[in-house]
């Protein structure tokens, strides 16, 4: 089962453009963590936001939570090529895993 | 340093055969994850491993999946007679902390199984 579910399932703009993909989730939750990945570098992790968090950055990255609503944005600023990727929202659960969206699919074209 | 590697990166079986699938975690990472996933999904929580001590496999999801991690480092995961819907790419994770701190893990490149 999955807990977490993004939103657009696929999103394609121009370098240069900013991309903002969703994530709903179901369940009360302690932080929420973003992972990239593509077929150069497997899945790789982006960023984590507490539950006591609004907002983080890093870099290009924006990632916002609202725990009242179960939601959470990831915006990627001044997208370029490189970006190209799926990219999964994720939830812990049980002991120490983690539960994973089915992703939206990013296509970055030059 | 070294991320996680897992060997085979590919393998084809018949159906029926037996199957074992290597993961080689950050050295020193107490946690031990492995994940499936079928395409266009996301991964999906097969088993957690805190050093040898299997403490969560409810993701197995038949008795046909076999996990061990006898030194707390190195981990295989074994399938037995493999069916087509065992087709998919396992993933292996590392995180360097221990139960209920869900921090960051660190994922191998996978092994994508299919089974003809």
């Known amino acids: 089962s999955q807990q977490g579910e993004e939103d657009p399932q696929a999103l394609s703009i121009q370098e240069g453009e900013n991309a903002t993909m969703n994530c709903s989730y179901k369940t009360s939750i302690n932080n929420l963590q973003w992972y990239r990945q593509n077929s150069g570098r497997g899945l790789v992790h982006l960023i984590l936001?507490?539950?006591?968090?609004r907002e983080k950055h890093s870099g290009r990255l924006r990632v916002t939570l609202d725990t009242s609503k179960k939601s959470s944005s990831l915006l990627i600023t001044a997208s370029r090529a490189a970006d190209t990727a799926s990219y999964f929202c994720a939830t812990p659960s049980g002991y120490s895993t983690l539960t994973f969206g089915k992703g939206t699919m990013l296509l970055v074209s030059p | 340093g070294a991320g996680v590697s897992q060997s085979p990166r590919y393998k084809v079986a018949k159906r029926g055969q037996d199957v074992a699938l290597r993961c080689d975690p950050i050295s020193g990472h107490v946690s031990l994850f492995w994940y499936q996933q079928a395409l266009g999904q996301g991964p999906e929580f097969l088993t957690y491993f805190q050093n040898e001590a299997q403490l969560d496999k409810s993701g197995l999801p038949s008795d046909r999946f076999f996990a061990e991690r006898p030194e707390g480092s190195v981990s295989t995961l074994k399938i037995q007679r493999t069916q087509q819907e065992d087709s998919a790419v396992y993933l292996c994770?590392?995180?360097?902390?221990?139960?209920?701190?869900?921090?960051?893990?660190?994922f191998g490149p996978g092994t994508r199984l299919t089974v003809l």
């Open positions: 936001i507490r539950s006591n968090e």
């Open positions: 994770a590392s995180s360097s902390t221990g139960t209920l701190s869900y921090n960051e893990q660190f």
